[in-house]
Nanobody, 125 residues
Framework: QVQLVESGGGSVQSGGSLRLSCAAS????????MGWFRQAPGKEREGVAT???????RYADSLKGRFTISQDNAKNTLYLQMNSLKPEDTAMYYC???????????????????WGQGTQVTVSS
């Protein structure tokens, strides 16, 4: 059974940093692509970043340079380092995974089969 559990969210002032973690369990093939998504109130879910099983990373264009996705395969944990946070980064952040590595290319949330429960990030000005 695949389980994804996010942690690390919280409240931070503009310009601050947070690191989100996603602890994964279940078969390794379920994590051939892993990613972070976010959804702000009243807005559609958007892809933040993805990483595939050989470490290729992709980012939403608007977030490049501020966010970094990484994974520790020994710990089955996915991370999202978020720097220079802005109020518009306020959202619920979700970890997701899928068996198909090429899901990482499109970063379409609807293509991912497994999801965590989310962790809230709030950035105040």
């Amino acid at each position: 059974q695949v389980q994804l559990v996010e942690s690390g969210g919280g409240s931070v002032q503009s310009g601050g940093s947070l690191r989100l973690s996603c602890a994964a369990s279940g078969p390794a093939y379920s994590r051939n692509c892993m990613g972070w998504f976010r959804q702000a109130p009243g807005k559609e879910r958007e892809g933040v970043a993805t990483i595939d099983n050989i470490g290729n990373t992709r980012y939403a264009d608007s977030l490049k340079g501020r966010f970094t996705i990484s994974q520790d395969n020994a710990k089955n944990t996915l991370y999202l380092q978020m720097n220079s946070l802005k109020p518009e980064d306020t959202a619920m952040y979700y970890c997701a995974s899928d068996e198909l590595w090429f899901r990482c290319i499109s970063m379409r949330g609807g293509d991912f089969g497994y999801w965590g429960q989310g962790t809230q990030v709030t950035v105040s000005s």
